[in-house]
């Protein structure tokens, strides 16, 4: 009879090394081991346990032709992420026209950037047989809005949203940019690993409206790319005030500050505050982003502000 029959037969196990104490097993005693792990033996611990979490992770390999890789993030949903990602990445364009901005959609259930950009069709393949990404306002873009119909549901499993994402990652021919602005689905689920995962990020921002409610799931985002070890460049406080057009009257729908707040206990800093415009919301229904349609309005000013705070603090781009 084996060991774990034995075990199973007699109900008691014995740890042989050191002293400890009996504690019931079932229906029996068990001798815990009581000796305290040294410093160094608990270091040692620490590195076999992240080489065995590491076997089963993927290899980061770059996106062929793409410098540097920056994710927009939320915990949660309505907060207007995608808005920010497409303003931010038109911003990027504004304040150095010598930049190639490419933006990718990674929300496959709700793909919002066809929409927000004007764009429609199929990408046509290129002669290595990659897609070539649709191009408005001077910015490339890619989602998987433009693999399906507009109202067609995306019914899958994790599987399959993996391996849309894996094609959306590399099985585009982007060409030669400069900065690819990646809109991520809200939340901390299969999408935001696999990405983190698979290639290498050179920061995230995270969107937050001031209210309690978002703010809660964007502390979670943040944590999630930190156990990840993708950096996290900052906030975003997206609806931070309401002015009356009429009036001038200010309003704080959502709270105020809420996101500073939170970045203090994250040790952040804010990338700036986008205020609750109409202007904003009509300029992405009608597929003509703020920045590109406004570009003397303080909406679009904004904007621009943030996108030079998310440049300073990108680490340098690989030669």
Same mark, same amino acid.
């Given at each position: 009879?084996?060991?774990?029959?034995?075990?199973?037969?007699?109900?008691?196990? =014995?740890?042989?090394?050191? =002293?400890?104490?009996?504690?019931?097993?079932?229906?029996?005693?068990?001798? +815990?081991?009581?000796?305290?792990?040294?410093?160094?033996?608990?270091?040692?611990?620490? &590195?076999?346990?992240?080489?065995?979490?590491?076997?089963?992770? /993927?290899?980061?390999?770059?996106?062929?032709?793409?410098?540097?890789?920056?994710?927009?993030?939320?915990?949660?949903?309505?907060?207007?992420?995608?808005?920010?990602?497409?303003?931010?990445?038109?911003?990027?364009?504004?304040?150095?026209?010598?930049?190639?901005?490419?933006?990718?959609?990674?929300?496959?259930?709700?793909?919002?950037?066809?929409?927000?950009?004007?764009?429609?069709?199929?990408?046509?393949?290129? &002669?290595?047989?990659?897609?070539?990404?649709?191009?408005?306002?001077?910015?490339?873009?890619?989602?998987? !809005?433009?693999?399906?119909?507009?109202?067609?549901?995306?019914?899958?499993?994790?599987?399959?949203?993996?391996?849309?994402?894996?094609?959306?990652?590399?099985?585009?021919?982007?060409? &030669?940019?400069?900065?690819?602005?990646?809109?991520? /689905?809200?939340?901390? !689920?299969?999408?935001?690993?696999?990405?983190?995962?698979?290639? /290498?990020?050179?920061?995230? +921002?995270?969107?937050?409206?001031?209210?309690?409610?978002?703010?809660?799931?964007?502390?979670?985002?943040?944590?999630?790319?930190?156990?990840?070890?993708?950096?996290?460049? !900052?906030?975003?406080?997206?609806?931070?005030?309401?002015?009356?057009?009429?009036?001038?009257?200010?309003?704080?729908?959502?709270?105020?500050? !809420?996101?500073?707040?939170?970045? &203090?206990?994250?040790?952040?800093?804010?990338?700036?505050?986008?205020?609750?415009?109409?202007?904003?919301?009509?300029?992405?229904?009608?597929?003509? /982003?703020?920045?590109?349609?406004? #570009?003397?309005?303080?909406?679009?000013?904004?904007?621009?502000? +943030?996108?030079?705070?998310?440049?300073?603090?990108? #680490?340098?781009?690989?030669?």
């Amino acid at each position: 009879m084996g060991f774990w029959g034995r075990l199973l037969r007699f109900g008691w196990v =014995s740890l042989w090394r050191g =002293s400890g104490a009996a504690v019931p097993f079932g229906g029996s005693r068990v001798l +815990v081991c009581g000796r305290q792990l040294s410093g160094a033996e608990s270091e040692t611990l620490k &590195q076999r346990r992240t080489q065995v979490m590491s076997r089963g992770l /993927p290899k980061q390999k770059p996106i062929e032709g793409v410098k540097q890789v920056i994710v927009v993030a939320s915990g949660k949903g309505g907060v207007g992420k995608s808005t920010t990602a497409v303003n931010l990445a038109l911003a990027l364009a504004v304040n150095d026209s010598s930049k190639a901005i490419g933006l990718l959609d990674a929300d496959v259930y709700g793909p919002s950037i066809p929409k927000m950009m004007n764009l429609k069709g199929n990408p046509e393949l290129a &002669q290595n047989n990659l897609m070539r990404p649709l191009l408005n306002y001077g910015i490339a873009c890619m989602s998987m !809005g433009f693999l399906v119909e507009e109202t067609a549901p995306v019914v899958w499993r994790g599987l399959m949203v993996m391996s849309a994402i894996e094609r959306l990652l590399r099985q585009v021919d982007w060409g &030669q940019l400069d900065y690819l602005v990646v809109d991520m /689905p809200p939340g901390t !689920g299969d999408v935001q690993l696999s990405v983190s995962q698979n290639i /290498p990020i050179s920061g995230a +921002v995270i969107v937050s409206t001031p209210q309690d409610i978002a703010l809660i799931d964007a502390h979670k985002g943040a944590e999630m790319f930190r156990k990840v070890h993708v950096p996290v460049l !900052g906030l975003v406080q997206n609806m931070s005030v309401f002015q009356c057009p009429k009036c001038k009257h200010k309003t704080h729908i959502f709270g105020a500050d !809420g996101a500073r707040r939170l970045a &203090q206990t994250l040790d952040l800093d804010v990338l700036g505050d986008i205020p609750l415009h109409l202007s904003i919301r009509e300029a992405s229904d009608t597929g003509l /982003p703020v920045v590109f349609s406004k #570009p003397e309005s303080d909406e679009t000013k904004a904007y621009l502000r +943030v996108a030079a705070e998310v440049v300073r603090r990108l #680490p340098l781009p690989p030669e």
